[in-house]
């Protein structure tokens, strides 16, 4: 939450559940699961076994997915121009976990 722009984080189980929440919105836990399963898709069509980020540009506004572990941390923000400060930012927060 301490880049300028992001409107929430959530840590969603591969079940579909909020873990852990923050910020001003709630999340839709939907996205989580609906995107589970295009990178389920995805991965089997081009073989892969492991994803780092699926960016989706949506109504809302832009929204990063980023695996952790059996997790999918969603983080919604504002302007996609703020992207590169959004992954960075995830990526020092996740190095702490």
Do not use: C
């Not at 301490?2 to 909020?18: H, L, P, Q």
């Not at 081009?46 to 695996?67: E, H, Q, S, Y």
Request: overall charge negative; proline content about 3%; charged content about 25%.
């Amino acid at each position: 939450m301490e880049v300028r722009g992001v409107r929430y984080a959530a840590m969603v189980d591969e079940a579909g559940k909020s873990v852990m929440t923050v910020g001003d919105q709630t999340p839709d836990l939907n996205l989580a699961v609906a995107a589970r399963a295009m990178i389920g898709s995805l991965q089997a069509a081009m073989n892969a076994t492991k994803w780092d980020d699926l960016l989706l540009d949506i109504d809302g506004g832009p929204v990063l997915l980023t695996p952790v572990g059996e997790h999918i941390l969603i983080t919604a923000f504002d302007d996609l121009a703020s992207l590169g400060r959004v992954r960075f930012a995830v990526r020092r927060a996740l190095g702490k976990v």
